[in-house]
Structure formats: structure tokens, C-alpha cells
């Protein structure tokens, strides 16, 4: 009886919420922005877990029907989320989040990629032929992310189209404060290199002049090796690199043997909002005080 | 300037290499020093320019960083004008910001500084990817083929190509995706073969939640026979599906309609029409090349009515458990008439489930736990047979230079009968460290109960109980490539025990193919 009435309330449920948009977001990133700029006019889902690796997401049944019931689809494109969604799109037979469709938000466009591979060749390891798809580490980019979020939900919800627009004024103006903020806090570390586990960041490490060009992996995708990990031991010594990056999902017990041999820290570095930051901003808060703190320390 | 000397460079290098099988051998050896010796200086001219361009980015990006306001030396566009003000209303707002949002700036046309863009996928109408797959092994068994049901098998000592695959994909128009899977091959004999394993279009966009899959395909039977050998966790196909389904899996011409049901959970039903006959029928309208199957020979006639062909319904449904664990079941049948007599038909009936468990800070899609096991189910009705007609000069025997179907002389009569055959395989992966996954599967075939041809010539090998146990160890250096050390536990009534140990390597050409669940 309890679980016919659950359900009963589950169908209550879906039912009044058919009046807001339905928004799915591939990662938490896109989702946050989504959900500052969509409000409470919107129901968003987002696939991919602020934890995981965003490459390798579970093409998940369930996922397809939430693609199915999508108004839109917010994707990071550059092949970010090409191992999973092609086929979930595919199965979801909707033709609202078609590509080209106002429905489907391809936040990779109009952003200047790094890193665009002049010859594809993966002796060089997994890379990416669009260029770098992490892109959302730089604050300017999510402003063009929020900008196409909107223009897809003000053509879809004309009517709630000023709420949108005045939640993008609202993101962008807070974005743009912060970054001052933000530019002002990493100012005195100007040039200073910084060691990542994965080639993930070279757009905060652009946008915040920083050296972020020295990985754990000897190449994009390929497992440290100890041989690798050897020189970059000492190269940190050498420079006196004191901060190691790591994201949720990667070894740290790899990232916290660099750090111990060479007198640096481990430093977590969250790929996503979501997990201990609620919005965008939040996010890159956290990312640029805990990396200022750890640079500061060990300066 | 420098692309010029790059030019002459390559131009004296294909000049240097059309001419090369007119000369001498000791001219040769020279001439590959030169080559060598230019591909070299090539190289250092390109490395080089690689080095001056990325120094002039670099230089660029200083610059443009710089620069506070746009230089007015030239005349203004309209796009220029635009944002001028928007830098004026920017700056007074006193934001250090230094993107400006357009709608120019998001539409911004190819400049010359811009990297150019090479093929890739998602930039291209066909996507073109090749998979190599090879064995290396050896078995106990005289007879490897007889022991090894599929037919990308590895079937002999010491190395099998098992499959190499061409991958042709993209979409068509707004309406199709179109994909095709052309398979060569080198069998046992060192001969060359070639198979259109798949060619089928698949519509975007039917309403009603519909979706339209025809051409040339592999009937989504279960889940390991819709898939390619590549995509296996074993070297080798479970005995239920060689059995069954055929060695190369059942596949044939067709069409097939799938709906996504309105329930709040993954919930699908697919309903296809094949063609019942060809080699890749299995256990329908299949001449089996002329040797006898299941104790009769086989004639396959021409479709005569609709009922001919084969149908093939099948129900998906999925559940995620919690967070980190998802559910796939399925129930599939495939009915159509075979080809052992009039008005014969078979049933096979499957169900199957997919387990996994990957936790929410998995990397590069490890750790996990999967695990997979499909039961098949087969009834085969066999009609009434004998090889009478073998006997030209009724003579009540099979003399020499008669067709003689069993190779005894004898004339055999088999009343009608239904054969019902059953079993399963269960496999376990695990995940363990990025890379690496160690597998195990366990399986068993059988029939329900002796046949009357049976008991007139003995029990037949493709009937008998058989079960298999197979652990291997898979390595992924990359997602592009895989090695694989497999051993098989082999016992069946008919042949006793058997063990074998098979090596594999998978190599992938092309784009980043994506996976289903």
C-alpha cells in the first residue's frame, strides 16, 4: 500500500514539475551554472557525479530516459563526454535535444580551446582532436557557458526569459567581482609552476599566469610510471615546486609519494562543483584560496 | 619563407622515392642514407617552426593581454564599433574581466593564427576506425575447431587472426545514423575472408518514441550476441551462443522497430523481422554446407509467405540499484522455421542480466565489479527424415558413387521429433587497478534427453553435455589496446578433458568509439 502511494506520489510529482523546464547536464560544472541561470523555472539532472572522472561515465539505461524527457541537454562537447553520450542521445529519440536544435547547448563553442593537436598521433598518449575540453577551470569561459545556457532557455521558455536573463546579469556580475578577487589572490605567485596529476588545468593555469605543465602522468591517460615519477621528484627539488594537485578520483596515494619525497603538499583540487561547493563561483573560490593558502605556505 | 623550404623539402623527398626502384642495389643503400639524412633536416626544419610558432603564440597572447584598447588605425567595423562600447561599459564598471561576451565573439570566423583543424570525430561525415584482434596459443585438443564453437575463435596452434575490423560510421542526414562492420579474416586454412558482418541505418527522429533499425545486423538477442568480438571480456563466445546462435552470431538482413516505454524506469521493447536462412542462421533455414545437423540433412526452399521469416521480440528493463550499482535484465525469443523438413520450426528463448558496480570516484572507469549471465533455452522441431533417396538403384543400401548423407552405407529413417537443448554462461570481471581486470566465466550446455536419431546412430557431439570454466587476466595499457591471457577448463561427454591457453592483442585505429552499457 505504502509503495502504491509513493508511487502515486512520484507521479504527483512529475507531474507538477511538468511546468518547469527539463534540463539534464552531463557534469556538475555545466549543471551548477544551469541552475543559477534557470532558477526555480527549471528541473535540472545532472549525469556525471562531481567525483568521477568525467571521461569514463556509465552509458547508464537509466540515463536514456532522463535524455528522453530532456528539454534540453547541456554537453561540454570537445570530446569531454564522447565515450558515453553519443549512444545515450541515440537511444533517447528525442528530437528536442538534436543537435542544432536550441534544446541541445554545446557549451564548447565559441571558446577558444588549447591545445588543439596539430597531427593526431596517440603515441603521444589519449589526445583530444577538438583540444583541451576542460575548459571551465577558466572563469571568462563560464561566462560564455552561462551566455549560451541562456540564449537556449530564453527560446525555449520565452515567457520566463527575463528571469533568465536577469539571473545571467546577476552570474555574470558576481563572476566579474570575484575575479578581481580572485586575479588579486594569485598575483604574487605569478609564473610559479605547479604540479597536476592529469593535464586538466591549463586554463585556470592561463588565466591566473601559472605553470601547470608538469604531470604525474608521462603522457595524457598513461599510468604514472616510477621511472616518470623519478624525474619529476627532481625537477621539483631542482625548482622548488611545493604544490601537487590532485583531483577526487585520481591516486593520491601516487600524487602523496611526489609529495613526500620531494617536501610538497598534496593539494585537493575538486574537478566539479557540487561536492563541496554549491555553485560555480563557490567552486573556483575554493580552487584559488586552497591554492594561494598552499603556495603561501611553502613559499 | 619557411614553408617554401618545406615544400622543396618534401617535394625532393617524393622525387627521391619515385626513383628509387629503377637503381642499383649499392645506390639504394646511398639513397636511403640521403632520405634518411633529409627526413631528418625535415624533421629539425618542422621542430623548429613548431618551436617559432609556439613563441609567437606566446608572444601574441603577452600582447593581446597587454593591450588595454583596440588600435584605431584602421577603419571601424560594425563589430569593432560594438565592442568599443561594450569595453567602455565594462571598464567603467571598474570589472578587470578582460573576455568580452558578443555575439560577434561567439561566432568568431576562422583567422589565420587559428591551429587548424585536423580529422577527427564529430568533424567529419565518416567516421573510420579499424580493429585489429590476433591470438596466440595452444590447446590439448586434436581437433581445435570442434572445441572452439565461435567463428572468430582462436582454432589453431600457434597464431589466429582472429578478426580484423573495419568500422565505417556517421550520420546520414537528419534522419539516419549509418554504420557498417566489415570483417577479414584469415581462417585455419591461411585463406583470406571477408564478411559484411554489419551494414544498417537507424532512424533519429520517428515519433512516438520509435525507433527504426533495417539493413545487415546482429539480431539483439541476450547481450553478448549483438556485440563484436572486440568488445568481449573473453577470447573466445560462450558454448550456449555457438550452439545456439551459430559461431558468428545471429545475424541476417532485416528490420527491426524498438519502442522506449513511458515508465518512469529504462524500459524497451524491440520487435525485428530477419531473413530465417543463410550460414548466419544457426539454428533455422541453414544448410549446415550439405553435412547432416542434428541428424538430418537440410534443404532450405525459397520464402514462400511471411511466416518464413524470422522473428526476433526482445524486452530490456534497468534499474539503478543505488548510486553506484545499475541492473540490466532482459527477456528475448527468436521463432522461425528451419530447415530439417516441412513446416518445422524452432524456438529459442533467452533471458539475461547485467550487474555493475562502480563507485562514484572511479578513475578512468576503474575500480568496478561487473557481472553477466545469459540462459538460453532451444526447441527444435525436426521433421521426419530419411536418406531413401540416396538409394538411386534401391538396392536397400548406399553403394559407392551414391551421395551417401552419413557415411555408412546404411539408409536411415528418423521419425519427427522435438530436440529440446538448454544452457547458460556466468562471468564475473573485476576491475582491480586502472588497466586491469581479471575475468571469470563458467558455463554449461546440454540437452534435455537423447534424441530418436540419437539412438539410432550414436549421440551427437553438438548435443551432448559439455561445461567450461575460463579465469583470465586482461590488460589495457590504453584504451586503445588490450593484451589478454586466457586459460580454458574444457569437459564434455563426448570428448573428455580438455585445456587450453590462448594469448590475445587488440589494437584500435580511430576515433574514440563510445560504449554502450
Known sequence: MKKILNLFAVILLAAS???????????????????????????????????????????????????????VLIEGGAELEIGWLPPLVQGARNSKIEAGKPGRVSCSEGISLLEIPTTLDRSKGDIHASGNPHYMADPAN????????????????????????????????????????WQKLLAPFRGKQVVTYHNSWPYFA?????????????????????????????????????????????????????????????????????????????????????????????? | MKILKMIGLSSALCLSVTTLPAQETNEVGQLKK???????????????????????????????????????????????????????????????????????????PWSASDPMRVLGSGSSYLNVSLDGLFAAGGSTAEDIPGLQLGGHDPNQRGFTVQNVEAVFEGFVDPYFRGQANIIYQIDAEGESVVE????????????????LKAGQYFTEFGRLNPTHPHAWSFVDL???????????????????????????????????VQNSHGETAQSFRNEHEGEPFLGRVHNVGRVKSFGDLLFTPRYATSFDLSDTQTLLLGASGAFGPNASGADTDTQIYGVDLFWKWKPANHHGGFPFVSWQTEAMLRKYQAGAFSNIGDDADSSGAIDKGETDSFGDGLIH?????????????????????????????????????????????????????????????????????????????????????????????????????????
Open chain 2, 413 to 517: 529413417n528418423v521419425p519427427r521429433e522435438t530436440l529440446t537443448d538448454y544452457g547458460f554462461y556466468s562471468q564475473v570481471a573485476y576491475g582491480f587497478r586502472k588497466g586491469w581486470v581479471a575475468n571469470l566465466r563458467g558455463e554449461y550446455v546440454t540437452r534435455t534427453r537423447a534424441a530418436a536419431y540419437e539412438k539410432l546412430y550414436g549421440d551427437d557431439s553438438d548435443r551432448l553435455a559439455r561445461w567450461r570454466i575460463s579465469p583470465n587476466l586482461t590488460w589495457y595499457p590504453s584504451e586503445f589496446s588490450k593484451l589478454r591471457l586466457q586459460y580454458n577448463y574444457d569437459h564434455g561427454q563426448s570428448f573428455g578433458t580438455e585445456h587450453s591457453i590462448w594469448l590475445q592483442l587488440e589494437f584500435l585505429l580511430g576515433p574514440h568509439g563510445a560504449h554502450k552499457f
Open chain 1, 206 to 299: 592561463k588565466r591566473f599566469d601559472l605553470k601547470m605543465d608538469l604531470f604525474l602522468e608521462p603522457k595524457p591517460g598513461i599510468p604514472p610510471s616510477p621511472a616518470h615519477l623519478a624525474e619529476v621528484i627532481t625537477k621539483m627539488k631542482s625548482e622548488n615546486i611545493k604544490v601537487v594537485l590532485a583531483q577526487p578520483y585520481q591516486n593520491r596515494k601516487t600524487a602523496e609519494a611526489v609529495a613526500s619525497h620531494s617536501g610538497a603538499v598534496v593539494l585537493d583540487f575538486p574537478t566539479f562543483p557540487g561536492k563541496t561547493s554549491a555553485t560555480y563561483a563557490e567552486w573556483m573560490d575554493s580552487l584559488v584560496k586552497s591554492l594561494a593558502t598552499a603556495l603561501e605556505g611553502k613559499k
Open chain 2, 34 to 108: 640521403q632520405l634518411q639524412q633529409m627526413q631528418e633536416s625535415f624533421e629539425k626544419v618542422s621542430r623548429a617552426q613548431q618551436q617559432q610558432i609556439e613563441a609567437l603564440t606566446k608572444k601574441l597572447d603577452e600582447f593581446t593581454k597587454t593591450q588595454t584598447a583596440p588600435v584605431a588605425a584602421a577603419p571601424k567595423t560594425e563589430e569593432q564599433k560594438n565592442l568599443e562600447t561594450q569595453l567602455a561599459a565594462e571598464l567603467s564598471k571598474d570589472s578587470v574581466t578582460n573576455t568580452v561576451l558578443t555575439e560577434s565573439a561567439l561566432k568568431k
Open chain 2, 196 to 211: 559484411l558482418e554489419e551494414a544498417y541505418a537507424e532512424s533519429l527522429s520517428l515519433p512516438g518514441n520509435l525507433q
Open chain 1, 17 to 71: 514539475a511538468h511546468a518547469k523546464l527539463n534540463v539534464v547536464a552531463t557534469t556538475p560544472d555545466f549543471g551548477a551554472i544551469a541552475q543559477e541561470i534557470g532558477g526555480d523555472k527549471i528541473e535540472l539532472i545532472t549525469l556525471a557525479k562531481p567525483t568521477e572522472d568525467p571521461h569514463f561515465v556509465d552509458a547508464k539505461p537509466s540515463f536514456i530516459v532522463k535524455l528522453n524527457r530532456a528539454e
Open chain 1, 142 to 181: 563560464a561566462k560564455i557557458v552561462a551566455e549560451h545556457i541562456c540564449k537556449s532557455f530564453c527560446e525555449i521558455d520565452a515567457k520566463s526569459c527575463d528571469a533568465f536573463k536577469a539571473n545571467l546579469k546577476k552570474f555574470n556580475e558576481r563572476l566579474d567581482g570575484k575575479m578581481a578577487e
Open chain 2, 238 to 272: 560462450p558454448l550456449v551462443n555457438g550452439r545456439f546462435l551459430g559461431g558468428d552470431g545471429l545475424r541476417n538482413p532485416g528490420a527491426r522497430l524498438s519502442w522506449l516505454m513511458p515508465t518512469p524506469f529504462y524500459s524497451e521493447l524491440f520487435l525485428g
